[in-house]
């Protein structure tokens, strides 16, 4: 299973929106440290949150402050862009980080984004397939490409700079309760990232349901979907006790889950009764969020493996609910407790340390017979 990060960013409002930029930064330096797989990084342009304009500027800083982490836009808003130029600003990240970089695309979150740049919601998914399907002829065509939609133009197009990556980067859809993302994907065979947990009464077969949609429209074009390549993303937070981490985040995540998605987005609140302080346990016992240990999150990883059918990638959605030190201790965590044991790092270990066990007394003895015979034997 590969781990990871999904860094919109979130950023309260109130403080200082170059350190919370800088902090994301050594955050992804922090996890290639600790040995994560990837690190998706958002787009967005309005509403306070998320303050990462353009995820490909922010890539290219930390793939210089970094080694070996991957690191995906998460994503890139296909209908605000032309697709010739963002194919060609893919192609030289691709380049710039010797095929470290991946490709997350979807049809732009924030509607006040939308709305800025005059693009009506009812088009965005369909604008979203456009630019998709033609930003794949250009990584892989080699002759120029004409194309006319209502919104973008391309004549005799063509990229002078081929992918880094053979045919191209990793491509990933962003899927969150629209059936339109997993459909783009099967069509294409594209890797997937689901954004939110389902809700409701239908929410234990609700994961298998929405993949099920990926497989039909991926065999009605000739596609295959890998679940390995399947990536969820969860809320969460650990700490060495439950109390503990609940004491960390209690207070942030409830102003996160009211502030944000209520109040900035205009969402149906949850839990409309609850204080803002109770929202934390409530998302916790509904199986929304995971605040705990490192083994309540093994736990929860292994009810939605059962759940889902099976997944490929966790990825961490990366918010502040705690203090700096707090955050960097929770992935650290992760790092050392749970990646291990989805990983088959510790398959060795353990075998052999059952070995040990089960033979500590015989190879004991061996060895104190062995000292007792060379005591007695003579000098010379």
């Not at 600003?89 to 710039?96: A, G």
């Not at 209520?262 to 409309?272: F, K, M, Q, S």
Request: glycine share 8%; aromatic share 8%; with cysteine.
């Amino acid at each position: 299973m590969k781990f990871g990060i999904f860094l919109a960013p979130f950023h309260a409002l109130g403080e200082n929106p170059t350190l919370a930029i800088h902090r994301d930064l050594e955050l992804i330096e922090w996890l290639d440290q600790l040995g994560y797989d990837e690190a998706w990084v958002g787009e967005h342009h309005s509403a306070g949150w998320e303050l990462i304009a353009s995820p490909e500027v922010f890539i290219a800083v930390a793939a210089e402050r970094t080694r070996h982490i991957r690191l995906g836009t998460g994503v890139v808003s296909l209908p605000y862009h032309h697709p010739l130029i963002l194919a060609d600003r893919i192609v030289l990240l691709d380049h710039l980080t010797r095929g470290r970089v991946m490709f997350g695309v979807g049809p732009g979150a924030l509607s006040s984004d939308a709305a800025m740049l005059g693009i009506e919601a009812v088009t965005q998914r369909p604008r979203m397939e456009e630019a998709l399907d033609v930003i794949l002829r250009l990584f892989t065509e080699v002759d120029p490409i004409t194309v006319e939609t209502d919104w973008f133009v391309l004549r005799d197009a063509r990229l002078q700079l081929r992918p880094y990556t053979a045919p191209h980067p990793l491509i990933a859809v962003a899927a969150v309760q629209s059936p339109a993302g997993m459909r783009l994907a099967g069509k294409h065979g594209a890797s997937v990232l689901t954004l939110a947990l389902p809700r409701g009464e239908k929410r234990e077969s609700a994961l298998q349901e929405f993949w099920a949609i990926a497989e039909e429209s991926a065999a009605e074009h000739g596609q295959t979907m890998d679940r390995n390549e399947w990536r969820i993303v969860i809320h969460c937070h650990l700490a060495e006790t439950r109390e503990e981490a609940f004491a960390q985040t209690r207070v942030k995540a409830g102003q996160y889950q009211r502030g944000y998605f209520t109040e900035t987005l205009g969402h149906d609140d949850p839990a409309p009764e609850l204080t803002p302080d109770e929202i934390l346990p409530e998302m916790v016992r509904r199986g929304s969020w995971c605040v705990g240990t490192p083994d309540d999150l093994i736990e929860f990883i292994e009810m939605m493996m059962e759940r889902s059918g099976g997944f490929g990638g966790l990825m961490i959605q990366a918010v502040e609910w705690a203090d700096r030190e707090a955050v960097r201790k929770s992935y650290e965590l992760l790092a050392r407790y749970v990646m291990p044991h989805f990983q088959g790092a510790l398959v060795g270990l353990e075998a052999s340390h059952r070995d040990a066990v089960a033979s500590a007394q015989v190879l004991r003895q061996q060895h104190d017979e062995a000292i007792a015979r060379a005591r007695q034997a003579p000098a010379g």
